[in-house]
């Protein structure tokens, strides 16, 4: 992805960062995403944390030219909702056939996919279930979304643990969740744009009060507790999921583990490899 960058900068005369921001952020609203090319300013992402052998480190100065079109997007939960509906949408396509392209999975597996396309894993082997999306990881975060098209329901969950492994158990108790995916959610009216006008529009509504309890306890299972195995569970957890009979959207835990920060659902972190469906 860094030589594929490289070729799009010398093919274009732009950098990525600009390229990002003219192509992708500014047409779908996104106004708190953009490319991290070296350490982050103070309060410019929620801190990152990675466990290992029971300590765990501050991580949030990694300098992010590392992972730069391959992992450099900093984003939040909305941001990427906005993403999503938009690549759903072929609005960031515009050569006949490019979105099929990406999403032709081919077989085989590969990593936590079941199949893989330009940027994209498919997600299958859950029932009738079938999506794609993507998960990310840099030294302090971990992040994942993911779309079932047919349910029309789209996933998104952000963490600031690197090492928490959340993002490789999300998809299965949410996607066993028949309750949640037999009616989904980001559908787009006729007629609807994806870009910032339409992302301002009337708020989605909420979930029915027995699957907003359901996920709240799957959100606070993904928390790192007291006496819990460090490596299994992040110290603050945004989860949205949008869905045709509404949204829900909470984040818990913190944002700091210095000072007790409450992590917020509007937070950036770091979206490691999902950077690689934008480039």
């Known amino acids: 992805y860094h030589l594929l960058a490289m070729a799009i900068e010398a093919a274009t005369g732009q950098r990525m960062a600009d390229l990002y921001q003219e192509r992708i952020f500014t047409p779908l609203g996104m106004e708190d995403s953009f490319l991290l090319e070296g350490g982050p300013e103070p309060g410019q992402i929620v801190n990152g944390y990675y466990t290992e052998e029971g300590e765990t480190s501050n991580t949030t100065t990694w300098n992010a030219s590392q992972g730069w079109a391959a992992g450099g997007i900093v984003s939040t939960a909305e941001d990427m909702a906005r993403y999503i509906e938009g690549l759903s949408a072929g609005e960031l396509v515009q050569a006949p056939g490019s979105l099929e392209q990406m999403l032709d ?5 590969v990593a936590l996919y079941t199949g893989y396309g330009l940027g994209v894993g498919s997600y299958a082997g859950y029932g009738d ?11 302090g975060f971990q992040s994942i979304w993911a779309v079932f098209p047919e349910q029309e329901v789209s996933l998104i969950l952000l963490t600031n643990s690197a090492s928490c492994g959340v993002t490789t158990e999300f998809m299965l108790p949410l996607a066993m969740n028949s309750q949640l995916l037999t009616s989904g959610g980001m559908a787009v009216e006729d007629g609807s744009d994806t870009g910032a006008e339409s992302a301002d529009a009337a708020q989605p509504a909420p979930l029915p009060d027995e699957i ?54 509007d937070d950036r972190v770091e979206i490691g490899s999902n950077t690689k469906s934008f480039t």
């Not at 819990?228 to 959207?249: C, E, H, K």
């Open 105 to 109: 999975f081919g077989d085989g597996l």
């Open 212 to 265: 907003v309890a359901q996920l709240d306890e799957f959100l606070g299972a993904q928390l790192y507790t007291e006496g819990m195995n460090p490596q299994s569970g992040a110290p603050g957890v945004i989860l949205l999921v949008d869905t045709p009979d509404g949204r829900y959207f909470n984040a818990a835990g913190v944002a700091s583990l210095e000072d007790g920060t409450p992590i917020q659902v």
């Open 129 to 139: 279930l079938v999506g794609y999306g993507h998960g990310g990881q840099t030294a």
